[in-house]
């Protein structure tokens, strides 16, 4: 069996759970999320724990049954505490800085990169150098904070750009190293 799918999720207190076929509706004090999952998997509710059940040993359902069980779990940690990344920038001149709820950045380009978030997702600038991107879906907090990264990845010759917090960018030798 799964590692993953057998281990059961804890329920914190004031998360409810509605299951129906194929369908999971998690409801906190942060918000509601839904998650859609395979009908041949069964998701019980015992002992304040959530426990995902396959029928057999096909390959889709092995398949399925860890997915399915990571995806209630993110999204029952979502509702309860939420998710959010960090990002750093790093450059001469490189800096972020928050227009009302759209953040705007300089990256060394001809105009100013404004990002709006959707809807869902809290983007903070507490430093002109720090971005933390925050919400409830683990999926969308992350495929901004990629989407942001992306507008300008570090350089792998001087280090400039948007990264992760904590992320390492090893700096490749210029043309001087060559000789």
């Given at each position: 069996?799964?590692?993953?799918?057998?281990?059961?999720?804890?329920?914190?207190?004031?998360?409810?759970?509605?299951?129906r076929r194929?369908?999971?509706?998690?409801?906190?004090?942060?918000?509601?999320?839904?998650?859609?999952?395979?009908?041949?998997?069964?998701?019980?509710?015992?002992?304040?724990?959530?426990?995902?059940?396959?029928?057999?040993?096909?390959?889709?359902?092995?398949?399925?049954?860890?997915?399915?069980?990571?995806?209630?779990?993110?999204?029952?940690?979502?509702v309860s505490?939420g998710f959010?990344?960090?990002?750093?920038?790093?450059?001469?001149?490189?800096?972020?800085?928050?227009?009302?709820?759209?953040?705007?950045?300089?990256?060394?380009?001809?105009?100013?990169?404004?990002?709006?978030?959707?809807?869902?997702?809290?983007?903070?600038?507490?430093?002109?150098?720090?971005?933390?991107?925050?919400?409830?879906?683990?999926?969308?907090?992350?495929?901004?904070?990629?989407?942001?990264?992306?507008?300008?990845?570090?350089?792998?010759?001087?280090?400039?750009?948007?990264?992760?917090?904590?992320?390492?960018?090893?700096?490749?030798?210029?043309?001087?190293?060559?000789?």
């Amino acid at each position: 069996m799964s590692r993953i799918g057998r281990s059961p999720i804890p329920l914190p207190k004031g998360v409810e759970l509605d299951v129906r076929r194929g369908h999971v509706t998690v409801k906190g004090p942060k918000g509601t999320l839904e998650v859609e999952f395979s009908p041949r998997l069964t998701v019980a509710i015992e002992n304040g724990e959530v426990l995902v059940q396959r029928p057999g040993d096909a390959r889709s359902d092995r398949a399925q049954h860890g997915l399915a069980r990571s995806l209630i779990a993110n999204a029952v940690i979502g509702v309860s505490e939420g998710f959010s990344k960090n990002l750093e920038i790093q450059g001469v001149g490189y800096r972020c800085a928050m227009k009302g709820s759209t953040l705007e950045l300089s990256l060394g380009f001809s105009h100013p990169v404004v990002v709006e978030p959707p809807a869902g997702i809290t983007i903070v600038a507490p430093e002109p150098t720090k971005i933390t991107v925050s919400g409830i879906d683990k999926q969308l907090v992350g495929q901004v904070a990629a989407n942001i990264r992306s507008l300008r990845a570090p350089d792998s010759y001087h280090g400039k750009g948007v990264r992760y917090q904590g992320e390492y960018v090893k700096l490749k030798p210029g043309k001087a190293a060559a000789r």
